[in-house]
């Protein structure tokens, strides 16, 4: 049996969820380093490198405000570069998908930068808490 068994609550949109706060971004930065350098899971036949960094993209968009343009700037240059050194080490055979999950490493302290800077500065989140996000 070759098929790829789908649950009903699967949803073949990769794009049916985008992160909207920085803790998730986080959270997803997390997926992405262990996902590298290739991103395929046989559980979401729809997602790979393309939609994973899509996905972040937009979930960097959503955040640019608490970013700051230099911050997000930052990130969007951090992940592109990733993105082609994952393409580049499709076998992890060659280092670079290292390489990738350092710049990876780099947008989560980009994150947790603006995360304390805000709770240090007492900026209430969208559900009114001071949370960082």
């Known amino acids: 049996m070759s ?3 789908r ?4 949803n073949p949109d990769p794009y049916c969820y985008i992160p909207a706060s920085l803790s998730e971004i986080y959270d997803m930065l997390a997926s992405l380093a262990g996902g ?3 991103f ?3 559980m979401f036949p ?3 490198i393309d939609t994973e960094f899509e996905i972040l993209r937009r979930a960097l968009d959503i955040v640019r405000g ?3 343009d230099e911050g997000h700037a930052a990130a969007l240059d951090l992940a592109a570069r990733a993105k082609a050194l994952f393409l580049d080490d499709p076998a992890e055979d060659n280092g670079k998908t290292s390489e990738g999950i350092k710049l990876i490493f780099e947008i989560e302290d980009i994150i947790q930068s603006v995360r304390n800077r805000r ?3 007492g900026i209430k989140d969208e559900e009114g808490r ?4």
């Not at 001071?130 to 996000?133: E, P």
């Open 36 to 38: 590298a350098p290739t």
């Open 119 to 121: 709770t240090k500065a």
């Open 46 to 48: 729809e997602r790979n």
């Open 3 to 5: 098929e790829i068994f």
């Open 40 to 42: 395929v899971d046989p």
């Open 66 to 68: 608490k970013l700051g």
């Open 7 to 10: 649950s009903s609550y699967t």
């Open 130 to 133: 001071v949370s960082g996000d």
